[in-house]
């Protein structure tokens, strides 16, 4: 039965019914005021929820008032769940949190009392009261309990045919997908919201997806398409003469992102309009009034007016007095923190940092007030490096920037991640590391133009000015020491033979230059070797690269299902693992032949060479298919190194050793790979072969900026990076690479093990392709490699490079 059923006069059915399609609410109540017994109760109701959809708490309240009594009196389950709903609904937009508690609790013993009734009703109780849970949850932050409740509630709605229920938990749902940071699961409720919405006549019902989809397009920054959403989900309420909550946030999230592009004005303008909306805070949406609050506290510190900056924060400690949301609090506190960091008093900003640490501690369930607090926590460490120069708030710093680059890889938030380059850049100013900053603005520059950003382009740009000025300062800085240190010098001339005379003026600028901590000793080393010329084989222009992903567990435990620990920290394969293995390298390259692959690359500590066996059996299949193998790494037991080898047709090429020790959880313990290290500077080969240039990185070592300026630098230019890696973090993997594709202008090739997946191949050209392999999976993916072309492109590229930085330099 349809609530409107209820009201059995077909003269004033029709008529109220034309009245709320037109959304006249007031003319439609004065209507309803006019029925008696049953139908008035029904026409209340009807109105209440109507108003629920508006976000209007107080209203839907009055109009309840005495309406669950009437219902239980008359025995109509059927009302007295719809009135419930209502009644939980206004609550939480009142913000009413004890008061929801207890009309939740009431309404779990009403169900109690009622299951054994009309099974349909019971049924729609079920699933509203499922629904007003979870939707609870969502309001107050606790994200995982809500995503699960209203997913139940879906279940149910459909097992019932609800369309109208199913399209708004979807919608509420893609919300709570967006507030906890997945834009991915976000994007797909949104649309299977929106297309069931879309055969529902209330337009109106297709106003959340959308929103969400505006929220998702905004957070990839793709903000002409999210604007396009934010304005087709405001055009369903062009018939409702009633500004709501609803249409406060695209409002909200419209001047957010005109914030973001740098439009100060107009991002005021909208957050101004949406500030109107939300100010009668009797209605309800305290935590909605809280965002918008924020934002202005947020914009109007850029804008420069320390005025309104107050203003704002005041406002939203008044609100925070009156919430019991803990999100609305936790918003208030980061508010506050941000003021506070703005102060130039040290105390002041150690005060920020508590907060901050405290805030963070705690575990924020909204993506983007964690990502502010950890943005703004990372700028406050960098001025304590600054100041103090101590490793531990660097370390700190790294922890931070890490977990912001897997949020930004996360959710497609390439803004993110260059946010993290640019504070990488500021540390390595700090630390006097001119070719490492330089390096992470390269990166910010490239992902900018790649991603077309535009809007962060003049604030890189004006890094690297801020870089340039420093490096003449420091330059200018070392003359006078020069000139001061020669002065010295001078006086002692005299009492000095004339051998070492001549070493004092002879001496170099390096030497100078290093006593202000202007260049490090090398911590690496690249070895090149010619095997083309060692072996007379001729450059091929194409070849077919591929990747095997393998290193699959039963129990999600690799380490303790497939090997021992030898030494400690180090590990072999359990013998009784051998043949499994021997068959999985032999289906793979086997594989990749029939695909016609020319260079074959396995994760690390795949394949264990300490067996005799496995190295002659990768030899043979390298012989009989010609194919080049890089069969993973493994520990060496007898020198206690991590060692990579390329294996050919000829036997063994090189060895290439890991620089840096993992950490490693084996057992439920945590170690630290026991591998021996090179002393410093620590070798890594280049061997120039028939199909390029190539390089082997073990695992972390690629992330160590040192390692990938010199692969940078180092001439002739390196074509070919091969990654090999067994680790359940991929996204500053990712990061490196993406880097890697154009800063070094190479192929990279990331190969992980399949019980962590993610193994992936990063192409330069700006048309590229990005393959990849997902975790649980053994498989296998290559790429087609056009050795003339890539080099062809890379001179281009530097060209273009070279002329860019002529021309910042230029305007300076």
């Not at 009807?46 to 708490?57: D, P, Q, S, V, W």
């Not at 019932?160 to 976000?186: E, M, P, Y």
Request: hydrophobic share 40%; glycine share 4%; charged share 30%.
């Amino acid at each position: 039965m349809k609530l409107i059923d209820k009201i059995t006069d077909p003269i004033a059915k029709k008529k109220i019914l034309i009245l709320l399609q037109q959304w006249k609410m007031e003319e439609a109540e004065e209507e309803i005021e006019k029925l008696e017994s049953v139908q008035l109760l029904a026409g209340k109701i009807i109105l209440a929820e109507m108003y629920t959809m508006l976000f209007k708490g107080v209203k839907t309240l009055s109009l309840l008032e005495n309406a669950l009594s009437e219902t239980i009196q008359i025995g109509d389950s059927f009302l007295e769940g719809l009135v419930r709903s209502s009644t939980i609904w206004a609550l939480i937009w009142l913000n009413q949190s004890e008061r929801i508690k207890k009309e939740l609790y009431d309404w779990d013993e009403a169900f109690d009392r009622l299951k054994n009734t009309d099974s349909t009703q019971i049924q729609l109780w079920e699933s509203n009261l499922t629904f007003a849970k979870g939707f609870h949850q969502l309001q107050i932050g606790y994200l995982d309990q809500a995503i699960q409740m209203i997913e139940l509630s879906i279940e149910q709605a459909k097992e019932l045919g609800g369309k109208s229920h199913i399209a708004v938990r979807l919608g509420w749902l893609s919300t709570a997908f967006v507030q906890l940071g997945d834009i991915n699961s976000a994007q797909k409720t949104a649309l299977e919201g929106l297309k069931i919405a879309e055969l529902i006549e209330t337009k109106i019902m297709e106003s959340g997806p959308l929103f969400t989809l505006g929220i998702v397009e905004a957070r990839k920054n793709n903000f002409d398409n999210a604007l396009e959403r934010f304005q087709q989900g405001l055009d369903a309420f062009r018939h409702i003469p009633i500004n709501s909550q609803m249409t406060s946030s695209p409002l909200l999230w419209m001047g957010k992102i005109y914030h973001r592009k740098g439009d100060l004005k107009r991002a005021y303008h909208y957050l101004s309009e949406c500030l109107k909306l939300r100010e009668d805070i009797r209605e309800g949406g305290i935590e909605n009034l809280s965002r918008i609050l924020f934002e202005l506290i947020h914009l109007s510190s850029d804008m420069d007016s320390p005025a309104q900056v107050q203003k704002y924060l005041n406002q939203l400690n008044s609100l925070n007095d009156l919430a019991t949301n803990p999100l609305t609090t936790k918003r208030y506190l980061v508010a506050e923190a941000f003021v506070i960091k703005q102060e130039t008093r040290l105390h002041q900003r150690m005060k920020a940092y508590d907060l901050f640490r405290k805030i963070l501690n705690e575990n924020i369930e909204d993506y983007d007030l964690t990502v502010f607090a950890i943005l703004n926590l990372c700028e406050l460490l960098v001025l304590e490096i600054d100041s103090t120069g101590e490793q531990e708030p660097l370390r700190e710093l790294e922890t931070l920037l890490q977990q912001l680059v897997e949020l930004g890889y996360k959710n497609q938030a390439y803004d993110l991640v260059i946010e993290v380059l640019l504070l990488q850049s500021k540390v390595s100013l700090i630390e006097k590391n001119v070719e490492k900053g330089k390096s992470f603005l390269e990166q910010a520059m490239i992902m900018a133009k790649d991603k077309d950003l535009s809007y962060v382009i003049s604030k890189i740009t004006q890094t690297q000015e801020n870089l340039n000025t420093e490096v003449e300062n420091w330059v200018n800085l070392a003359d006078k020491h020069q000139v001061e240190r020669q002065r010295r010098e001078t006086d002692e001339l005299k009492k000095l033979i004339s051998g070492t005379l001549q070493n004092v003026l002879t001496q170099e600028p390096s030497q100078i230059y290093g006593d202000l901590g202007f260049k490090a000793n090398k911590k690496y080393q690249l070895i090149f070797r010619d095997l083309r010329k060692e072996q007379s084989v001729f450059q091929k222009n194409t070849c077919r690269i591929g990747i095997a992903q393998i290193g699959l567990s039963k129990e999600s435990d690799i380490l303790s299902e497939f090997y021992e620990e030898i030494h400690p920290g180090l590990f072999g394969f359990k013998k009784e693992k051998l043949d499994t293995v021997r068959l999985l390298v032999k289906n793979m390259v086997d594989r990749a032949h029939s695909e016609g692959v020319n260079i074959l690359l396995f994760p690390e500590l795949t394949v264990d060479l300490n067996y005799n066996q496995l190295v002659e059996e990768i030899k043979q299949l390298s012989k009989n298919y010609n194919m080049y193998i890089i069969p993973g790494s493994y520990h060496n037991r007898e020198t206690k190194r991590n060692i990579s080898v390329v294996i050919n047709q000829d036997g063994i090429l090189w060895e290439q050793e890991k620089h840096i020790p993992a950490s490693i959880m084996y057992e439920g313990h945590r170690l630290t790979e026991g591998i021996d290290i090179g002393s410093v500077p620590r070798k890594t080969i280049i061997c120039d072969t028939e199909y390029g240039r190539m390089v082997i990185v073990i695992c972390r070592d690629f992330l160590d900026m040192d390692l990938r300026v010199e692969l940078k630098n180092f001439e002739p230019p390196i074509d070919l990076i091969f990654n090999l890696a067994l680790t359940p973090v991929t996204a500053d993997f990712k990061a490196a690479h993406f880097d890697a594709r154009r800063s070094i202008y190479a192929y990279c090739f990331f190969a992980n093990v399949a019980e962590f997946g993610d193994s992936f191949i990063y192409t330069p050209e700006k048309e590229r392709t990005e393959l990849s392999i997902p975790s649980g999976k053994e498989d296998l993916i290559y790429k087609d490699v056009d050795l003339f072309k890539l080099r062809s492109e890379r001179k281009k590229w530097e060209l273009k490079q070279k002329k860019e930085n002529s021309f910042i330099q230029s305007t300076r």
